[in-house]
């Protein structure tokens, strides 16, 4: 099965990856307020980048939810957890899955490559 089929008719995965998704979300509902907030704000940002069918996505989530359980279980402050600097904090859970950003660049690169070829002294 290729993979565009897996992702987007492979009904058992879909349901799978619902079931987790709201696993994940009442996970989140039991964190403290502002781990909620910063949470639900680092979602939105991140799915503003995100490629593909989103699978990837889920890892990340359950990646983040694990270390907003463990700062909250050991009393510190959600910003002590992301730093003070969220957005480059976001930037770095981006980097294993699958961007636009990603995208195009390869793209880019890609077009580039394939109208110039390969040269030696690049």
């Known amino acids: ?53 989103g699978y990837d996505m889920l890892k990340i989530h359950e990646d983040l939810i694990d270390l907003f359980e463990s700062g909250a279980a050991e009393g510190k402050p959600v910003l002590e957890m992301t730093g003070e600097d969220v957005a480059s904090f976001c930037d770095e859970l981006l980097r294993s899955a699958r961007t ?14 394939k109208k110039l070829g390969k040269r030696k002294d690049s």
């Not at 619902?18 to 940002?45: C, G, N, T, W």
């Not at 390869?106 to 580039?112: E, G």
């Open 100 to 113: 636009y950003t990603g995208d195009w660049r390869a793209t880019l690169n890609r077009d580039i490559q």
């Open 1 to 53: 099965m290729s993979e565009f089929f897996d992702n987007y008719f492979n009904i058992k995965k879909m349901i799978d990856s619902k079931r987790a998704y709201k696993q994940q979300m009442a996970r989140v509902a039991a964190l403290p307020e502002d781990y909620r907030y910063v949470f639900k704000k680092i979602q939105s940002h991140m799915w503003m980048f995100a490629s593909g069918a």
